[in-house]
């Protein structure tokens, strides 16, 4: 089921390893169509509050036990 956001356009589940660190972590990767970066003209930080309020209501709702944080990924904001 998707995530219910219009700014939303690809979200996967990825495994995250860090060197000598077990077990694995599971992190929701979302990508979106806002700017993330505070200093973009376009930045808009209520936006941005709907959407990480709307990924983590789907974590709980989805993957309350296996995925332990999400990760915000801008397609439109490039550095």
């Known amino acids: 089921m998707p995530i219910g956001h219009p700014n939303v ?17 599971m992190v929701l990767v979302v990508e979106t169509d806002l700017p993330t970066n505070p200093r973009h003209p376009k930045f808009n930080q209520h936006a941005l509050n709907d959407l990480m ?13 296996q995925v332990e944080g999400f990760r915000l990924v801008p397609t439109n904001d490039p550095i």
């Open 53 to 65: 309020n709307a990924v983590q209501s789907y974590m709980v709702e989805h993957y309350r036990q």
């Open 9 to 25: 356009k690809n979200a996967y589940v990825m495994h995250e390893g860090r060197f000598f660190a077990h077990p694995w972590h």
